[in-house]
């Protein structure tokens, strides 16, 4: 078994408020869940522009794993209204 996770330092574009940092934030955290993670936001929760995004898996295949991750790293990357700054990676496996 493995376990797989990814921490996304993201910057919002013309954010002014905690509601309008939401109105975003919430969308891409629905998005990354239909991979079949776990996904919630992690870290900024009070600073409007920035948000830390943590997605978490479990996978009995360490490259099926990679794979996920590849997927949700690109998937935040692809989204015009935010800029990803930081992508942390971890992975655990039998031998940890």
Known sequence: M???A???DI???DVRSLKEK???V???ITALARYGVSVSETGDHD???RSLIGVAVVSPDVDHLNGVLD???RHVASRPE???LAVRRRIFGPED
């Open 22 to 24: 939401r109105s975003i």
């Open 82 to 84: 935010l800029q990803l």
């Open 47 to 49: 600073v409007y522009r």
């Open 6 to 8: 990814l921490e996304l």
């Open 11 to 13: 910057l919002l574009g």
């Open 71 to 73: 997927t949700c790293e």
């Open 26 to 28: 919430r969308p891409v």
């Open 2 to 4: 493995y376990l797989g």
